[in-house]
């Protein structure tokens, strides 16, 4: 092979390469952005959980006073991406729901990467809304049928 070929030849393996690390890297991240996601829904679920357990009757607090209350001052709770876990209730006709979220990878409340909880105190099937919902693994969601 003439050296001018090995160089052509060297330089198109080089380009690969460079291209192959550059998918793996994509890779890499995507699987490390889907984790964090698993990780935030699962510290949701548990909010949820203490809620219902430590506030059975709903007279729920919110922000640092909930934390309190459970017997953690502060917000010991962050999600993947440094923001806070918040409690929310929404009055929807003459019921009130409450709702841990957290803003999600960009940190902007009320966009399409936020995740919500609906804090189960009532029959799942009779949530309020069709948009996606996170659920306890025992519970249908809101568009299953009742069993």
């Known amino acids: 092979m003439k050296p001018r070929e090995q160089v052509v030849v060297f330089v198109a393996a080089l380009l690969v390469f ?20 698993i990780f935030a829904k699962e510290n949701l679920r548990k909010l949820g959980s203490l809620t219902v ?3 059975p009757d709903k007279k729920i607090e919110g922000g640092e006073a909930f934390w309190k209350s ?19 209730k929404r009055d929807e006709g003459s019921r009130s729901f409450f709702y ?19 804090v189960p105190y009532a029959a799942a099937d009779t949530y309020p809304g ?8 025992n519970e249908a969601s809101p568009s299953s049928p009742a069993k």
């Open 18 to 37: 460079a291209l192959m690390s550059v998918h793996l890297v994509w890779a890499f991240q995507g699987i490390a952005a889907e984790k964090n996601v």
């Open 70 to 88: 459970i017997g953690r001052p502060g917000n010991p709770m962050k999600d993947p991406w440094g923001g806070d876990f918040l409690l929310e």
């Open 53 to 55: 357990r430590y506030f």
């Open 100 to 118: 841990w979220y957290s803003a999600g990878p960009d940190r902007v409340q009320g966009t399409k990467d936020d995740l919500e909880f609906l």
């Open 130 to 137: 069709s948009e996606e919902r996170f659920y306890f693994p």
